[in-house]
């Protein structure tokens, strides 16, 4: 039985046991619908797909977590592992470690400096933290969304804390030890800071672990254990680009 479509467009209807054709073969019977319906719908669901493929939208990825915890060797191996994506670069008043870059690192300033583009409002987020000054610069993190990179920021939590006030379709993900004594070991191992200053940190981490369950999502950094969160990284990362509705972030 054929009808008339809502364009004038020919609609095939079979009854039950009625054959396309005289021929009861599925590949025969496909290929006369084809015929009879047009291409439009072919057009009209190409159109459907490329609006699917427009809602991605650039993502800001925020890597936080404890003191100590392991977020300098994770962004080292996310930058392998998403070379196409823009990674934020610190800016800090404490002093420089060995083997640190300006501009790689960290953008190291004097604190004037940092204070006079605070009051300007050029940082995405500012924080005090152990006496020194952090923050992240808007301009680098803008002209990258406004490329169409995904960004990832490292930062306290803190800084954390106050990019998702500002940007709040940024996806959080804090960075967990698995557990306290692994956490005091590491930070041992630095060899940067006295005993005092190395049991303040501890403190402030513990504090800091409070905070996890305001993050969107945690994952755990183990002791030798790197790959394991950088799987895991990847594919919140994976997972977050094909969620729908996808908010444009603006800054």
Do not use: W
Not at 155 to 168: C, K, N, Y
């Amino acid at each position: 039985m054929t009808k008339t479509g809502s364009e004038g467009s020919a609609v095939v209807e079979l009854e039950p046991g009625e054959q396309t054709g005289g021929d009861s073969r599925p590949d025969r019977q496909v290929a006369s619908l084809k015929a009879v319906a047009g291409d439009h719908l072919g057009e009209d669901a190409d159109d459907l797909i490329g609006d699917l493929r427009a809602f991605r939208r650039p993502r800001v990825f925020i890597i936080s977590g404890p003191s100590g915890v392991g977020k300098d060797a994770v962004i080292e191996q996310l930058r392998e592992r998403f070379p196409e994506a823009f990674f934020a670069v610190t800016a800090t008043t404490r002093e420089r470690r060995p083997g640190e870059i300006d501009g790689v690192h960290y953008f190291f300033l004097d604190e004037s400096d940092f204070r006079q583009r605070l009051a300007e409002g050029e940082f995405l987020e500012s924080a005090t933290v152990y006496g020194n000054l952090y923050g992240v610069l808007k301009g680098p993190v803008r002209a990258a969304l406004g490329r169409g990179q995904d960004v990832f920021v490292k930062v306290d939590v803190q800084g954390a804390a106050e990019i998702e006030r500002i940007v709040p379709g940024a996806v959080s993900i804090f960075l967990s030890p698995e557990s306290a004594s692994t956490l005091l070991q590491r930070l041992k191992h630095r060899k940067t800071d006295d005993p005092a200053e190395l049991m303040t940190r501890f403190a402030t981490a513990t504090r800091e672990l409070a905070t996890a369950l305001s993050f969107d999502y945690v994952v755990f950094n183990k002791q030798d254990r790197l790959e394991d969160a950088l799987k895991e990284i990847a594919a919140i990362v994976r997972a977050e680009s094909c969620r729908t509705n996808q908010e444009e972030i603006h800054l």
